[in-house]
């Protein structure tokens, strides 16, 4: 009975969560993304001597909010979509966080995604808090038209929840500057005026940022050149291998060439291509750009999606989604260097076997945090209304990568841990502190 209830519980779960949950080894339980940010969380908890039970405060989202959407479709019909918004943390500043167009996106995901930006933004040291958003639809089967009344009708419905000073959100996997457009425009309705602040990654004519889109991809081949200094891999020789040919993907592999690097591996949704001698990424987004995928360019053949993640290269760039790396399959992981430009593509349990095999993760939190700082230079620039340069904006980010990527590195030599407990005990010890200030009405 108890065995057959635990199947019945595990398969509706199952149902629910979809591409979120791996099987766990040895057992019919699924594991869900927010399962992976809670045990990395305590990992990192039981190496610090903080007070348990503030801990046990800090850990989990402060609010969740789930909204039925009814929207008109092209051919006159009416569809419910449904919405969330997690904020994780309000301690250190407004909840940040992006807002995901997906079929998968789940209540599950959300959480686990709005935990990451709280302690990404507390790595990086940005005053901001964690939060996260995400639609169950499929924006490349919906017109302009229905993504438009769909955005807009998750903004009115959240109003309150969102602001400047409140929760800020911004693009993530599905989303980009168009529906940050619509999401201020939607938004500032309530205000009279235009509200720039209450998002970021906007077009720059309505208070975007130069920068910004490039920002995620950069802070990866940041944190990547730094992980190199410290392995002492040179990386004019170094090879390299990317999951996912998104905005992420392909800004830092293209930054990367520009080091030095030469990607004989890159995948997206459609496939996997492989030249030994090197794939050209410039040439490669335009290819991408007239054919929407990475298949048929020229010089490079056609092989299996998961032979990006075994490639026999110095860097791994997985760039896609979650639970991509896992006890299945991390041994097969040949890279040095694992660069996590999406968030959660490592499960903890794979996350023990790149450590045993000696594999340096550059952990998420700390990796792909370029672009959510700047974010939180967009949200400067839109409060003070003055605009920076470019060079300016890449200035500042490299500073802040830089000094992040040192203060982890530093927790973990300190602390004999990798480079992901040490960057989620930095990131705790500084929103306790916090907390400690404050008291809990924060
Ligand atoms: N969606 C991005 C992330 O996961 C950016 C978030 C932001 O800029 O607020 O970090």
């Not at 492989?274 to 990475?294: C, M, Q, R």
């Not at 430009?341 to 996350?351: F, H, K």
């Amino acid at each position: 009975m108890a065995k057959a209830a635990r199947v019945k519980k595990s398969k509706s779960a199952r149902k629910l969560h979809s591409r979120n949950v791996v099987q766990r080894k040895n057992t019919s339980l699924p594991m869900s993304v927010f399962d992976n940010v809670m045990k990395q969380f305590d990992a990192a908890a039981r190496k610090l001597k903080l007070d348990k039970s503030l801990l046990e405060f800090i850990k989990v989202p402060r609010r969740s909010t789930i909204v039925k959407l009814p929207v008109r479709m092209d051919d006159g019909s009416y569809k419910m979509f449904t919405g969330y918004r997690v904020q994780h943390s309000i301690a250190r500043g407004p909840a940040k966080g992006g807002v995901r167009f997906h079929p998968d996106v789940s209540l599950d995901e959300v959480q686990a995604l709005a935990a990451w930006m709280t302690w990404k933004c507390a790595v990086v040291n940005i005053p901001f808090g964690g939060g996260k958003g995400g639609i169950i639809c499929d924006p490349q089967k919906m017109s302009e038209g229905e993504l438009e009344r769909l955005t807009r009708r998750y903004v009115a419905d959240l109003i309150d929840i969102f602001g400047p000073d409140n929760d800020i959100p911004a693009p993530d996997v599905g989303t980009g500057p168009k529906v940050m457009s619509w999401f201020m425009d939607t938004y500032s309705m309530k205000d009279y005026h235009a509200v720039p602040s209450v998002v970021t990654g906007k077009p720059i004519t309505l208070g975007g940022s130069l920068g910004r889109s490039e920002a995620t991809g950069r802070g990866v081949m940041l944190s990547v050149r730094e992980a190199a200094k410290y392995l002492k891999l040179d990386l004019t020789k170094a090879t390299g291998s990317v999951q996912g040919f998104g905005n992420v993907g392909s800004v830092s592999a293209y930054l990367l060439q520009d080091l030095g690097v030469k990607f004989t591996h890159v995948s997206d949704v459609t496939g996997a291509i492989y030249n030994p001698d090197g794939i050209d990424i410039y040439a490669l987004v335009k290819h991408v750009a007239e054919t929407k995928s990475v298949l048929g360019f020229p010089g490079a053949r056609k092989v299996r999606p998961n032979d990006v993640l075994y490639a026999k290269v110095d860097i791994l760039i997985p760039a896609a989604l979650e639970n991509q790396i896992t006890a299945t399959n991390a041994h097969r992981v040949r890279a040095k260097i694992v660069a996590e430009g999406a968030n959660g593509p490592t499960t903890p349990e794979a996350d023990t076997i790149l450590n045993k095999n000696g594999v340096l993760v550059i952990p998420d939190i700390l990796c792909n945090a370029g672009g959510v700082t700047v974010s939180y230079f967009e949200w400067v620039q839109n409060r003070i209304g003055y605009f920076w340069s470019e060079e300016e904006v890449n200035r500042r980010l490299e500073e802040k990568m830089v000094a992040a990527f040192h203060d982890v590195l530093r927790t973990s030599k300190e602390n004999r841990t990798s480079l992901r407990i040490g960057a989620f005990m930095l990131a705790i010890t500084r929103v306790i502190e916090v907390v400690h200030l404050r008291g809990i009405y924060s």
